[in-house]
């Protein structure tokens, strides 16, 4: 199991400028949903998400 979570992880290194665009397109997304209701804390929770995939930084050492 833990192979797989590494592949995941590499891919996401490799790829994390999409990824990134897709944590953002989530939060809109929920923000959406709950109507502006938890912005804050859905903004808290993108942010976090980015920080584990390097914030769009594909040079970014694993």
Same mark, same amino acid.
């Given at each position: 199991?833990?192979?797989f979570f590494d592949k995941?992880?590499?891919?996401?290194d490799k790829h994390?400028? @999409?990824?990134?665009?897709?944590?953002?397109k989530i939060g809109e997304e929920a923000d959406k949903?709950? !109507? $502006? @209701?938890?912005?804050d804390q859905i903004a808290k929770g993108v942010d976090a998400a980015k920080e584990h995939t !390097? $914030?769009?930084?594909?040079?970014r050492d694993a």
């Open positions: 199991m833990n192979s995941v992880k590499d891919l996401a994390d400028d @999409k990824v990134d665009q897709a944590l953002e949903r709950t !109507g $502006g @209701k938890y912005s !390097g $914030g769009g930084d594909t040079t």
